[in-house]
């Protein structure tokens, strides 16, 4: 048995015996009991969110005059809060702006991590909208051992695979917290702002943090909702705090924004939408997603064939191999 069947063994055993009915999605873990994975449609319904059906997906088509991605056939991209109101502004040709996000913890993205790129680069250019990618090298500082230098080392690898995605250069602005909060006012403004607005409580129960957890991690979560408002970046959007953003990213995700929305109507800001993407399953077994912290669980961008046939999990029968390349080649294709 492999040591990263091991883990994945392990965030099972220790689920308790709610999360066994109830999948454990987070920020920082992702597990579920079921060898199906993560149950989306439960999923919804916990986290508040709707469901991206076949009228939203025909509506997408209408208003881009494009057929819509193979993401949204699919299912991948499964959840939204608030489509239809940035479906409302391209009507209407007013202007939102797209924001997702990476935080860099290895050398090289994986393919889990290239589906949120690759769907806002579409609606990128389905929609013509500027784009705002942040890097959360700070984070990965607070979570990971990692020093400030290596976590901003690994935040310039990092966007080295963004840019090769072919984002439109002139729209869309890629930063790195620990380079561009010293140099915003307005964006450390709007983290202060924010923080001022949640207390402790609401962060631990969000988040699950508790009485051990440094107070860099409780401040966190307003680094990742500063974004979510155009007045953080006046050199693109002049100075306008109106500008509605739209956040495509995994479902993990979700608590940052659900903390973000309650937030913003509190400040004079709109409320973020999002598109919630699924996980792309760990080459394990889809109990879990791959992560850039088990090298195993995944497939980097600079992997060679060799080093991806070594990763090939020997202990999963041929049903479960096979249930696992289909789920893998149907995003993907």
């Not at 997702?100 to 290239?114: D, N, Q, W, Y």
């Not at 949120?116 to 389905?126: C, D, N, S, V, Y």
Request: negative net charge.
């Amino acid at each position: 048995m492999t040591e990263a069947t091991n883990d994945i063994e392990k965030k099972v055993e220790n689920m308790t015996t709610k999360n066994l009915e109830e999948d454990v999605v987070n920020p920082w873990e992702v597990a579920s009991s079921s060898d199906k994975g993560v149950d989306y449609d439960k999923l919804i319904k916990r986290f508040g969110s709707s469901k991206v059906d076949e009228e939203l997906i025909k509506r997408i088509e209408t208003v881009t005059g494009k057929p819509a991605h193979h993401f949204l056939k699919r299912g991948v991209f499964f959840s939204q809060r608030d489509m239809h109101q940035i479906l409302n502004l391209a009507e209407q040709k007013k202007p939102f702006f797209l924001y997702t996000g990476r935080g860099p913890s290895s050398e090289a993205m994986h393919l889990g991590h290239l589906i949120p790129f690759i769907f806002t680069k579409w609606l990128q250019e389905a929609f013509d909208v500027p784009l705002v990618i942040q890097l959360t090298d700070d984070e990965k500082f607070l979570w990971k051992d990692l020093t400030l230098e290596e976590a901003s080392r690994l935040s310039f690898e990092n966007a080295k695979d963004i840019i090769a995605l072919g984002f439109d250069v002139e729209k869309t602005f890629i930063f790195s917290d620990l380079e561009y909060i010293a140099q915003s006012p307005a964006f450390y403004k709007n983290m202060l702002r924010t923080q001022k607005l949640v207390t402790y409580n609401q962060v631990k129960g969000i988040f699950g943090f508790d009485d051990s957890t440094c107070i860099g991690k409780i401040s966190f979560p307003s680094i990742q909702a500063a974004p979510s408002f155009s007045s953080s970046f006046p050199q693109i959007f002049n100075n306008k705090t109106n500008i509605p953003c739209l956040i495509p990213c995994a479902i993990d995700q979700d608590p940052y924004f659900r903390m973000t929305r309650d937030v913003a109507p509190r400040l004079g800001y709109i409320k973020p939408a999002l598109m919630h993407s699924t996980f792309f399953p760990a080459l394990q077994g889809a109990q879990t997603k791959m992560s850039a912290s088990d090298a195993n669980s995944s497939i980097f961008l600079t992997d060679t064939d060799k080093q991806i046939k070594t990763k090939e999990p020997n202990d999963l029968d041929e049903r479960k191999k096979s249930v696992l390349k289909d789920e893998h080649t149907d995003i993907l294709q």
